[in-house]
């Protein structure tokens, strides 16, 4: 009698580990399915192509800036300039407080080669003048989010001759810096 019990039980150890394996294995399977539609659609909104290992909470936050007016010296969603759209992104997704101008932003990144751009570094411009004077957050495939004076918030290619021309440096933000 003992062995046949001790028989069930192990069977319904076994049979119990195999339930919760499926059930961590579907819940791999929806997270999966639920990460390739956010990036799906995310890349549709961005017109970038996301490799699906961007960071998801900024993905989604510089989604909802698009198309936010420009505004001089001001950093909300009703209206924004590039390095204010740049303090408050930062500030919300990463708890990080930058500079406020492009310029001084310069002092919260360390330079990096153009090459080495991951999603959430920082690219410089000189637009005017012989100092930087516009920045933009890098997001994958070549591509940033930036606040245009003309324009608003908008995504815009490395490689489009404006840019490249006028390009300065890339960085990525050093999280201990003095400010």
Do not use: M
């Amino acid at each position: 009698f003992i062995l046949i019990l001790l028989v069930v039980v192990f069977q319904s150890c076994e049979t119990e580990k195999e339930i919760i394996n499926h059930k961590i294995e579907e819940k791999a399977i929806t997270e999966e399915n639920s990460d390739n539609s956010f990036y799906e659609k995310h890349s549709k909104i961005l017109n970038i192509k996301l490799s699906g290992s961007e960071n998801k909470e900024l993905i989604k936050e510089v989604s909802e800036w698009l198309g936010t007016p420009y505004k001089y010296a001001s950093n909300t969603k009703s209206g924004t300039d590039c390095s204010g759209f740049v303090q408050a992104i930062y500030l919300k997704i990463y708890h990080i407080s930058l500079y406020r101008s492009s310029f001084d932003q310069l002092k919260n990144v360390r330079p990096i080669n153009k090459t080495e751009l991951q999603t959430g570094d920082l690219v410089f411009f000189v637009t005017f003048g012989n100092k930087v004077s516009h920045v933009g957050i890098y997001i994958n495939d070549n591509k940033f989010i930036h606040a245009s004076t003309k324009r608003g918030v908008v995504v815009n290619d490395l490689n489009e001759e404006y840019y490249q021309k006028n390009f300065h440096t890339a960085g990525r933000v050093i999280t201990n810096y003095w400010n």
